[in-house]
């Protein structure tokens, strides 16, 4: 059974420093991971999605890694601002039976100003 | 783009009432819908995947027939919590696979159900 994990749990840090944040999961067959943002009671964000195939995205300041015989994922947030606090998720999709995603614990971030 | 709406956003129902919630693919067909509950501060739960014309098929742990499941539509699944108490109060966010297995999936904005 998939389980994903991520850490830190809780992240605060000042305006302007680079982030990285952490998720593992036990079952590496994976078809896809994919990263989301998530405001504080409001839905999902999607941030980046990496296929199984491949070994990054960018998107803007942002920077998700994927290495599948590991079981981890990384992303990493550059010059981090005050508006990227938030919840950040990051969910496996698993190829067994319905191609479900299961979601990691979350990170919660804020950036102060 | 793909857009996934659920209705209502916030619901405040009493205790021992049912209530149901709608998930719907605006701009594409979904056979496969998935319901997942979140608690306060705590990661999403997949709780169940609907299938178009057939049953869903839930996790374990999870009560089918307190949480019962329609996907009457190629554009709409239906989540109704029954006889709902305070302890099913929750965030409960859909998602819609465009497409066929490998399809993408695109979430919904979720629904606050509050039991009071």
């Known amino acids: 059974k998939q389980e994903v994990t991520q850490i830190p749990a809780a992240l605060s840090v000042p305006e302007g420093e680079n982030l990285v944040l952490n998720c593992s999961f036990t079952d590496s067959a994976i078809y896809n991971l994919q990263w989301f943002r998530q405001d504080p009671g409001k839905g999902l964000t999607s941030l980046l999605l990496?296929?199984?195939?491949?070994r990054e995205q960018t998107s803007g300041r942002l920077n998700a890694s994927l290495d599948k015989s590991s079981g981890r994922s990384t992303l990493y947030i550059a010059a981090s601002q005050p508006g990227d606090s938030a919840t950040y998720l990051c969910a496996a999709c698993t190829t067994s039976g319905t191609y479900k995603y299961i979601f990691g614990t979350g990170t919660r971030l804020k950036v102060l100003a | 783009g793909a857009v996934v709406s659920q209705h209502p956003s916030r619901v405040i129902c009493k205790s021992g009432t049912s209530v149901k919630i709608e998930c719907r693919s605006l701009?594409?067909?979904?056979?496969?819908m998935f319901w997942y509950r979140q608690f306060p501060k705590k990661s999403l739960m997949l709780m169940a995947t609907s299938n178009e014309g057939s049953k869903a098929t839930y996790e374990q742990g999870v009560e089918k027939d307190k949480f019962l499941i329609n996907h009457a539509s190629l554009t709409l699944s239906t989540l109704t919590v029954t006889s709902a108490h305070p302890e099913d109060s929750s965030f409960y966010i859909c998602?819609?696979?465009?497409?066929?297995?490998?399809?993408?999936?695109?979430f919904g904005p979720g629904t606050r159900l509050t039991v009071t």
């Open positions: 701009d594409f067909q979904a056979t496969t």
């Open positions: 998602s819609a696979r465009r497409g066929q297995v490998k399809g993408e999936q695109y």
């Open positions: 990496i296929q199984s195939s491949q």
